[in-house]
């Protein structure tokens, strides 16, 4: 059985800094890409990051590129998220999925609980 | 960037009934990457539909996907009382990978 356990979210200031950790487990970790979606309080979906399963290539959302860095241990079945210079707007659930694929193209296919990052002083 | 468009914003249908989601893209979406979630109030999305057509695993046949191109439907052929949350529809083949608005289905 497919489990994602996302954990490392908290309450933090404006321009703060926070690590998210998604530990996975059920599956070949290192063959599946991994990706991070949120939710803030009472709106939609929205695509945050993609990490190849290899770790090789990554992939932003505009709205957190060059703040965000997606990667993962795979010795430890691990994915991660460092979120800096973290603003109001970045308040939200977030979720890690893994990756099923349609052709090349992957899909979020299993889903974890979630972590809600809250971003207020 | 391609732009879901999900509509009804809200739904309200009774058991038993026939439901029918739209997700109108604003441009075409390649070779039909396209994908539908549910989510009931607390709880994280689940995958019901991928390459516009294909259930996921587990998924009731009640559940069915159509369309192409800039047009996608689900479709709920006869609502059953866990079926009323909302559902969203999501475009993988191009970057960024974006999400509709959603649409609430709720029980008339």
């Known amino acids: 059985e497919v489990r994602l356990l996302e954990s490392g979210g908290s309450l933090v200031q404006p321009g703060g800094s926070l690590r998210l950790s998604c530990a996975a487990s059920?599956?070949?970790?290192?063959?599946?890409?991994m990706s991070w979606v949120r939710q803030a309080p009472g709106k939609g979906l929205e695509w945050v990051s993609d990490i190849t399963g290899g770790g090789d290539h990554t992939y932003y959302a505009d709205s957190v590129k060059g703040r965000f860095t997606i990667s993962r241990d795979n010795s430890k079945s691990t994915l991660f998220l460092q979120m800096n210079s973290l603003r109001a707007d970045d308040t939200a659930v977030y979720y890690c999925a893994r990756a099923q694929y349609t052709g090349s193209y992957p899909y979020c296919a299993y889903w974890g609980q979630g972590t809600l990052v809250t971003v207020s002083s | 960037e391609i732009v879901l468009t999900q509509s009804p914003g809200t739904l309200s249908l009774s058991p038993g009934e026939r439901a029918t989601l739209s997700c109108r893209a604003s441009q075409s979406v390649s070779s039909s990457y396209l994908a539908w979630y549910q989510q009931k109030p607390g709880q994280a999305p689940r995958l019901l539909i991928y390459a516009a057509s294909s259930r996921a695993t587990g998924i009731p046949d009640r559940f069915s996907g159509s369309g192409s191109g800039t047009d996608f439907t689900l479709t709920i052929s006869r609502l059953e009382p866990e079926d009323f949350a909302v559902y969203y529809c999501?475009?993988?083949?191009?970057?960024?990978?974006?999400f509709g608005q959603g649409t609430k289905l709720e029980i008339k």
């Open positions: 999501q475009q993988y083949g191009s970057s960024p990978r974006t």
């Open positions: 059920g599956f070949t970790f290192s063959s599946y890409a």
